[in-house]
Structures are given as structure tokens and as C-alpha cells.
């Protein structure tokens, strides 16, 4: 089987954001300004309500309650539904663990160049420090570095970059990455018990799948509001489990025809559904539009670790939710064939689920 590594797309080789933020630059070289940015930061700014607007928090200790199980898990339900985002507290994961991954990813950042050098990305692949989804040289840069890499299964691993990372990262990732793996299995499972799903359909898909972690680097900005930290999109994969690494805000996401920042609860993960959540559900979750903002005083870190089917295994609508009232919306794929084609397109909104659509035309 050829190795899903192997079919995660390339980006074209661009200069570390961070380190052009260390030269402490007065003005925004012009590949990084985005004229469309400046506009949408003036209309959030116009918004009259979107400061009351807040995602919903999901506590995991009421989910998983004889008392408050079926009422958290309707709230649950909603927030999939109507927002595509909620907070998840009493998660499960201790805070100890939590300040240990952010502790330890900031180091990873700071490391100097030449050592970052051997995790950067080639362009054979898109694993590594880098940006993603550059296809052109003179397409319009974000305000950011990422570190990205498959972490589950372990096969699929490049040997380069897990295997080699500094210790002790190294061993707090490998625990860390098992034990979100666990958490997103729970999260699906209770999913598909609000929607009706078998069980057994969510476990042969996802048991085996594939985890992803996009760590992000958000330098200081002399001039954000003609930057994008990065581009609005909608995840590609099944589930997102976001965990900010500090204080400064700067998810949004779209509702409503608004950007609506999204202010991280201490000790939580921010959730979000993923197309290809939306497609096995045939629509009912949505996936949602979201971008990240930089400020002018301070970085900010996050790190997005995606949860997706098996590599073999096919995408599709659940046959539990196809009636001749609701047929299905979206084609069927295989999930090699499925991230193949999206690592080939310029991350734009939700251009990726649109593709997905039946009556999209090819």
C-alpha cells in the first residue's frame, strides 16, 4: 500500500516568518499584504453584535453522566449543527500534561535555525517546518510558520521528523498524540450516537486513522491588519482538536455572515467539525470557515492536531442517514484519493467540500 506520507501534497520552499520578525521591520514586505484582509478587519470592526456571540462549551464529565448525558449530548448535537465549533472542558487530559506540550512546543519554536533547518520541509513534501498550500511563487504569503506532521499511525511516521524530535518533546508528543487520539474517538462515538449512526460504522472507520498536528507560529505583526495569520478555510479531515499555547486571541470563525473571534477558555480544547465530518453525516454538521489573526505586541501559538478516517477506508455519506427524503450530497472517495486532491488546490473557504458536492461539476 503506498504510504499515506506519500500522498500528502507539496508546497512550494518559502522564508521563516519568524525569523523575518526578528529584524523588527517597520513595514510588511508586499508578498505577506492582503488588501482583502484590511476590508474584512474594517467590516468585523462594524459588527454590532458579535461581541455577545460566544461557541459552545461542551463539558465532558456531563456528557459522560447518567444525569446529564442526554441533555449534554443535545447540546452537543446543536453545536455541531449550528456552529461547527464548541469548547470542550473536563476533557480528561490533566493540566500538568496540557502546560507540558505548550511549554515544550514553544522551545521547539525557539530553536536556532540551524537546527530547524533539519525539520524543514522538502519539495518533495509537505511535512516540516514550512507554509503549506504555496503553489505559486507569486501567490500571497501568511503571517506565520507551521510545523506539520502525520503522527498516527505510527507507520506512516517520516522517518526524519517524529523519530528525530529533541527529547523531552519527543516522548510528551508520542503520549500526548495517543492520548487525542482517544479523546477524538470519544467525541466521534458520541457523535454518532446523537445522530443515529452504528457505533460499529464510526469504530471501522476511524480505529485506524490518521492523525495529523499543524503546530502554528504567529510572529508579532508591525502592520496585522495587512496580514493574515492564516487564510480562512474549513478543515479538510473529520475532526480538529485545537489547543492554544497562549494568551493572545486570534481564531474567528465564520457565522452568520460574521467573524467572530473566538476567546480560548483556560484548560480547554476548542472542537471543530471537519468536511469530512460533514460528508459522512451527509450534511447535518457542518463544517465552518475559519482564519487566524495576528497582533502587533505579542506571537502567538497554537497547535491543531486533525483527526481522519483510515487511509483504505472510503468516504461517504453514512448509509444510516440516506432516505429517499434526504438522498445522498456528497460522492464517494477513497481517503488516499481524497487528501490527494485537496493538497493539490490553494486552500480557499470551502472550495474542498464544495468539490465533494454531487451536483459540483468536475
Request: charge should be negative.
Amino acid at each position: 500500500m503506498e504510504k499515506f506520507s506519500k500522498v500528502s501534497g507539496t508546497s512550494l520552499l518559502v522564508p521563516s516568518v519568524q525569523e523575518l520578525a526578528k529584524q523588527n521591520l517597520v513595514s510588511i514586505p508586499q508578498r505577506y499584504i492582503q488588501p482583502q484582509n484590511h476590508q474584512q478587519m474594517l467590516h468585523i470592526s462594524q459588527q454590532p453584535n458579535v461581541g455577545t456571540l460566544q461557541i459552545p462549551v461542551i463539558d465532558m464529565h456531563r456528557l459522560l453522566s447518567q444525569e446529564s448525558g442526554t441533555s449534554e449530548l443535545d447540546k452537543l448535537h446543536l453545536a455541531c449543527k449550528e456552529w461547527g465549533f464548541f469548547q470542550l472542558i473536563n476533557h480528561g487530559i490533566s493540566s500538568s500534561m496540557v502546560e507540558k506540550v505548550q511549554l515544550e512546543m514553544k522551545d521547539f519554536f525557539n530553536l536556532p535555525m540551524t537546527e530547524k533547518e533539519k525539520f524543514w520541509q522538502t519539495p518533495e513534501n509537505i511535512e516540516g517546518f514550512g507554509q503549506a498550500f504555496v503553489l505559486s511563487e507569486d501567490q500571497k504569503l501568511d503571517w506565520a510558520d507551521m510545523f506539520y506532521m502525520i503522527t498516527l499511525p505510527e507507520h506512516s511516521r517520516m522517518p526524519h521528523l517524529f523519530p528525530q524530535l529533541p527529547l523531552p518533546f519527543r516522548d510528551t508528543l508520542e503520549v500526548y498524540s495517543k492520548k487525542l487520539k482517544d479523546l477524538a474517538m470519544d467525541i466521534l462515538g458520541h457523535l454518532a450516537k446523537a445522530l443515529g449512526i452504528e457505533e460499529v460504522e464510526i469504530r471501522e472507520l476511524f480505529e485506524d486513522g490518521i492523525q495529523m498536528m499543524r503546530m502554528n507560529y504567529y510572529p508579532p505583526s508591525p502592520e496585522p491588519e495587512k496580514v493574515i495569520g492564516l487564510t480562512n478555510h474549513s478543515d479538510p479531515q473529520a475532526l480538529t482538536i485545537l489547543l492554544q499555547l497562549n494568551e493572545p486571541e486570534g481564531l474567528q470563525i465564520r457565522k452568520d455572515g460574521m467573524w467572530v473571534p473566538v476567546n480560548p477558555l483556560p484548560n480547554s480544547f476548542i472542537v471543530n467539525v471537519g468536511d469530512i465530518l460533514e460528508i459522512i453525516t451527509n450534511g447535518t454538521y457542518r463544517s465552518v470557515e475559519h482564519r487566524a489573526t495576528v497582533n502587533s505586541e505579542k506571537e502567538r501559538l497554537s497547535c491543531a492536531t486533525f483527526y481522519s478516517p483510515r487511509e483504505d477506508a472510503v468516504i461517504c455519506p453514512s448509509p444510516c442517514l440516506i432516505t429517499d427524503q434526504t438522498p445522498p450530497q456528497f460522492k464517494s472517495i477513497r481517503v488516499d484519493q481524497y487528501f490527494k486532491d485537496f493538497f493539490a488546490r490553494k486552500l480557499e473557504g470551502k472550495s474542498n467540500r464544495d468539490y465533494m458536492k454531487i451536483d459540483h461539476p468536475n
